[in-house]
């Protein structure tokens, strides 16, 4: 919340910035891009997180929350044979989002030059990123494409109906690039009807693989009049063909992409990289300063004392001071970027204080200016859903989420019963959101049950809790307290239980 209050407040204040004309323009456009880029999409994160519903609906997110555009496909049959018949049908395989890949799409849009493999923006179903994106390019304008996105479903999960996919797909028409509706940002816009897009993806992939059938889901959802997360008006019938690829025989002459490189939920997130950067050139800038004006600057007049001896010895004690500061603060840069989790909870609390400190500064103190901007990017990365989820992560595999109870929950016991036991912190687990937990409920009770794991269900403004199972009873409890404990449990399943009160 502080840095959406910020955001807001140094987009004003730039706004009133500049003098003449051409410095005015300049500082509307830097306006826009905090504003666009910053304040909005963090208010509609906020917002969307009260009033969105967290259940499938058929429509995907986007990053801020806001809903994107509709599921209106979906299929059956491997990842493979899904990029086979993909392929074959002319479509090609989008290149994952990076500062480069923007960078490119943004000079193409801009020149109208083509770019084949132009990545998508992220839409999230289930809680998590599409698992890839297929395009066509028209007329080899980066600008106007054919795309759409493929989620796969979690194991076990059906649609509603009692239908039974292993993929859903959200396909779109690119006719133009404009700004959001929602965020002002620079976006793609789709065309309305995302029915011809749609009949326009099973068309291609009908002509190139004839094995190809079509089952339709007749009325899946409400046929309606909405807008995705750019604001473009939707229009559908609210019907969802299933390709079914289970039993096509590709050709052998077919040639097959690479494997999708997936992320490595492990990788350091750009966003703790460029907060733990922002914050050593901002101590090392700062510190410099301080130093410098404390060496040159006549002590007994920068300093208010009298006595030359005294003033001397304070400007040491002062250097001194100022570099040990400057270590310490640099050591929280590099523990933050290491993934501390306490380490990243403590460089927000000097951001939040030095943002607060920064309030009613004057409209041409650019120096206090560009100190707020840095001590907003770097709230900003630090709260960012990545470097949360990744700093939450690693906590958990070194032992360090003290905010973990000791609770664990096995799968429901014969008569609907669940058993739970105290289990001592452990590394190496595993970790989801509840939203995928819960869309995932039965590949986590088999993760549980069959592979021996542990996993940490984290919940928004909640503490966390572990599903184990029965097996880990005797890791976690001392030798005779486990024995004790098993065998009250086969006790309790050949019915041999007793019923009994607790004191109270």
Same mark, same amino acid.
């Given at each position: 919340?502080?840095?959406?209050?910020?955001?807001?407040? *140094?987009?004003?204040?730039?706004?009133?910035?500049?003098?003449?004309? *051409?410095?005015?323009?300049?500082?509307?456009?830097?306006?826009?891009?905090?504003?666009? %880029?910053?304040?909005?999409?963090?208010?509609?994160?906020?917002?969307?997180?009260?009033? *969105?519903?967290? %259940?499938?609906?058929?429509?995907?997110?986007?990053?801020?929350?806001?809903?994107?555009?509709?599921?209106?496909?979906?299929?059956?049959?491997?990842?493979?044979?899904?990029?086979?018949?993909?392929?074959?049908?002319?479509?090609?395989?989008?290149?994952?989002?990076?500062?480069?890949?923007?960078?490119?799409?943004?000079?193409?849009?801009?020149?109208?030059?083509?770019?084949?493999? =132009?990545?998508?923006?992220?839409?999230?179903?289930?809680?998590? !990123?599409?698992?890839?994106?297929?395009?066509?390019?028209?007329?080899?304008?980066?600008?106007?494409?054919?795309?759409?996105?493929?989620?796969?479903?979690?194991?076990?999960?059906?649609?509603?109906?009692?239908?039974?996919?292993?993929?859903?797909?959200?396909?779109?028409?690119?006719?133009?690039?404009?700004?959001?509706?929602?965020?002002?940002?620079?976006?793609?816009?789709?065309?309305?009807?995302?029915?011809? @897009?749609?009949?326009?993806?099973?068309?291609?992939?009908?002509?190139?693989? /004839?094995?190809?059938?079509?089952?339709?889901?007749?009325?899946?959802?409400?046929?309606?009049?909405?807008?995705?997360?750019?604001?473009?008006?939707?229009?559908?019938?609210?019907?969802?063909?299933?390709?079914?690829?289970?039993?096509?025989? !590709?050709?052998?002459?077919?040639?097959?992409?690479?494997?999708?490189?997936?992320?490595?939920?492990?990788?350091?997130? /750009?966003?703790?990289?460029?907060? =733990?950067?922002?914050?050593?050139?901002?101590?090392?800038?700062?510190?410099?300063?301080?130093?410098?004006?404390?060496?040159? @600057?006549?002590?007994?007049? %920068?300093?208010?004392?009298?006595?030359?001896?005294?003033?001397?010895?304070?400007?040491?004690?002062?250097?001194?001071?100022?570099?040990?500061?400057?270590?310490?603060?640099?050591?929280?840069?590099?523990?933050?970027?290491?993934?501390?989790?306490?380490?990243?909870?403590?460089?927000?609390?000097?951001?939040?204080?030095?943002?607060?400190?920064?309030?009613?500064?004057?409209?041409?103190?650019?120096?206090?200016?560009?100190?707020?901007?840095?001590?907003?990017?770097?709230?900003?990365?630090?709260?960012?859903?990545?470097?949360?989820?990744?700093?939450?992560?690693?906590?958990?595999?070194?032992?360090?989420?003290?905010?973990?109870?000791?609770?664990?929950?096995?799968?429901?016991?014969?008569?609907?019963?669940?058993?739970?036991?105290?289990?001592?912190?452990?590394?190496?687990?595993?970790?989801?959101?509840?939203?995928?937990?819960?869309?995932? %409920?039965?590949?986590?009770?088999?993760?549980?049950?069959?592979?021996?794991?542990?996993?940490?269900?984290?919940?928004?403004?909640?503490?966390?809790?572990?599903?184990?199972?029965?097996?880990?009873?005797?890791?976690?409890?001392?030798?005779?307290?486990?024995?004790?404990?098993?065998?009250?449990?086969? @006790?309790?399943?050949?019915?041999?239980?007793?019923?009994?009160?607790?004191?109270?």
């Amino acid at each position: 919340m502080t840095a959406t209050v910020f955001s807001f407040y *140094v987009a004003f204040v730039i706004a009133g910035q500049g003098e003449t004309i *051409v410095e005015r323009a300049a500082w509307i456009i830097l306006f826009w891009a905090v504003f666009a %880029y910053l304040a909005m999409p963090r208010l509609n994160q906020i917002m969307t997180a009260i009033y *969105v519903p967290d %259940y499938f609906m058929g429509r995907t997110r986007a990053a801020d929350g806001v809903l994107g555009d509709p599921v209106n496909l979906a299929v059956r049959g491997s990842e493979s044979s899904i990029h086979a018949v993909m392929q074959a049908a002319g479509w090609t395989l989008a290149d994952p989002v990076t500062l480069g890949s923007s960078w490119r799409i943004v000079l193409s849009s801009l020149t109208r030059r083509s770019y084949p493999a =132009a990545p998508v923006s992220p839409l999230f179903l289930f809680g998590r !990123m599409h698992d890839f994106a297929y395009q066509q390019e028209v007329d080899g304008n980066a600008s106007q494409r054919h795309h759409v996105r493929f989620f796969r479903c979690p194991s076990g999960w059906i649609l509603p109906g009692g239908h039974s996919v292993d993929w859903l797909a959200s396909g779109t028409y690119d006719r133009a690039v404009g700004l959001s509706l929602f965020t002002l940002q620079v976006t793609h816009k789709i065309d309305a009807d995302i029915d011809v @897009e749609r009949d326009y993806i099973i068309a291609t992939v009908r002509h190139a693989v /004839p094995d190809v059938t079509v089952d339709v889901i007749a009325d899946f959802s409400t046929g309606y009049h909405a807008r995705n997360g750019g604001g473009d008006r939707v229009v559908t019938d609210g019907d969802l063909p299933v390709l079914e690829l289970g039993g096509v025989v !590709m050709s052998t002459s077919v040639a097959t992409q690479p494997p999708v490189r997936r992320r490595d939920i492990s990788a350091r997130p /750009p966003a703790v990289l460029l907060a =733990a950067a922002l914050s050593v050139v901002s101590t090392v800038v700062s510190t410099g300063q301080g130093v410098y004006e404390l060496v040159t @600057e006549d002590p007994v007049e %920068y300093l208010g004392i009298p006595d030359a001896t005294g003033a001397q010895w304070a400007r040491i004690a002062a250097i001194a001071v100022v570099v040990l500061l400057a270590i310490g603060l640099m050591a929280l840069a590099y523990l933050t970027y290491r993934g501390r989790a306490w380490a990243r909870v403590a460089m927000l609390g000097l951001a939040a204080a030095t943002l607060w400190s920064h309030v009613g500064i004057g409209e041409n103190d650019r120096a206090t200016l560009g100190d707020l901007a840095i001590d907003l990017a770097i709230m900003y990365a630090l709260t960012s859903t990545s470097a949360r989820q990744w700093t939450g992560e690693l906590g958990v595999r070194r032992g360090e989420r003290w905010d973990v109870p000791p609770i664990a929950m096995t799968p429901p016991l014969p008569g609907g019963h669940f058993r739970v036991h105290f289990h001592v912190r452990r590394c190496g687990m595993r970790t989801m959101s509840y939203t995928e937990s819960r869309a995932r %409920y039965a590949e986590v009770l088999d993760a549980v049950v069959n592979d021996r794991e542990e996993i940490v269900i984290t919940r928004s403004g909640r503490e966390p809790a572990v599903i184990s199972g029965r097996h880990n009873l005797k890791n976690s409890a001392s030798p005779v307290s486990a024995r004790r404990l098993l065998a009250s449990i086969d @006790e309790l399943e050949s019915g041999e239980g007793r019923e009994r009160k607790l004191l109270t």
